[in-house]
């Protein structure tokens, strides 16, 4: 035998391949969910959902609450008293009913508030005397008496005042987010935040108009605290983005969507968690504010927030990513990268030479300027010092055969 004989070791038996469920592959994020892939039916959904919307708000409009069209607004000590009593004593003193009647605080603090259109002073006086004949409240002193029972109008100008603050605070908000993510991230993914954070406002909006919920200062500002959960959500997804496609240009094997599908998946469930444990203190704060407290402030603070919550989580997986996907692939080199990786897989499927980079012709036996062939570096194991000669056998001790 001219040299000695190697044989290759058995390799171990691979693991036969495991099929794991899909709420597995969906709590471990390994692409249960094709959101880019499918992007197209995602943005006919949401269109959807934005018409609805839109519609809703032309045809049915809002129902404004009293701090925007005015009106009066009377308070008396509830005692014994219910809603329904109160009502009835309004609708017949007044001959129409009321916008709304509705229990405020607990224990000995506890109040009916009265929200109704404007009355004028004979009104009032005769439904501050009506409401005093028929349930004596007490004054501070444990007294029955007229003046238990206040009353106050409310201008409309108040209302528009708070809707133009926060108009203003929208407007600097939104130019902020877009100065920070375009510096933190890129424009790409600024633009996208944006586009998610109009779609937010647009579904919250439209919700209140489709349900007929009273539009209110507190439901105003609390328009203002859904788009920070969700630009929140938003880029906690983008920051999986950056991470997933960090030199994606540098390789055939995946795409720019493919790698912002994946990040979908992976943060998916920190989407779904993080939805639910802010969802959950509001539902307890509007049960607290409805049921136990009666303060309707807190019930419309909390209301919208519910609800910009859910948009805000929908919005961030289904619309804010894809979208980013889409004008990344419109055009410069993730447009170019794609086709390319598109063009690689369609050749390995039918059998033709797969594309490669071009390299530059050279006469034969040479090598290109600048490229460094592995001989032309000096090897220790043939040069060094004390180092076998080249061709030498092995010095190594081998049993022979007899």
Known sequence: MNGPVTMDKPSAPRPSGVRHSWMNRLYTGTGVLDVVGNRR????????????????????????????????????????????????????????????????????????????????????????TALFDQFQPRDDTGNPSRNAISASDVSETWGGQITRQAL???????????????????????????????????????????????????????????LGFSLYDSVVVFDKVEENTRGVLHTSRRTYGEQANLAINQTLMRSINTTLIGALPIIGLMVIAVWMLGVGTLQDLALVQLVGTLVGAFSSIFFATPLLVSIKERWGPVAAHT????????????????????????????????????????????????????????????????
């Open 41 to 128: 039916r995602w943005y006919l959904i949401t269109a959807a959902i934005v018409l609805v919307c839109l519609l809703s708000m032309a045809v049915r409009g809002f129902t404004f609450g009293i701090d925007f069209v005015g009106g009066s607004r009377i308070q008396l000590p509830a005692g014994d008293v219910t809603t329904e009593q109160v009502e009835t004593v309004y609708s017949d003193t007044i001959g129409a009913e009321p916008e709304s009647v509705q229990t405020v605080g607990t224990g000995d603090g506890k109040t009916i508030l009265i929200r109704s259109e404007t009355l004028n002073a004979e009104q009032l006086g005769a439904l501050q």
């Open 168 to 226: 203003i605070a929208l407007a600097v908000f939104l130019v902020l987010v877009s100065i920070y993510i375009g510096i933190r991230y890129e424009r790409d993914m600024a633009l996208a935040a944006l586009a998610a954070l109009v779609f937010d406002l647009l579904v919250t909006a439209g919700v209140y108009s489709l349900v007929g919920f009273e539009v209110t200062p507190a439901m105003v500002i609390g328009m203002l605290t859904i």
């Open 339 to 402: 086709k390319k990786v598109h063009a690689r897989r369609a050749a390995q499927r039918s059998g033709r030479p797969v594309p490669g980079p071009e390299r530059p012709a050279t006469a034969p036996g040479r090598r290109p300027a600048g490229i460094v062939d592995d001989r032309d570096q000096p090897n220790p194991r043939r040069t060094g010092p004390g180092g076998p000669p080249p061709g030498a056998r092995p010095t190594g001790k081998r049993q022979r055969r007899h």
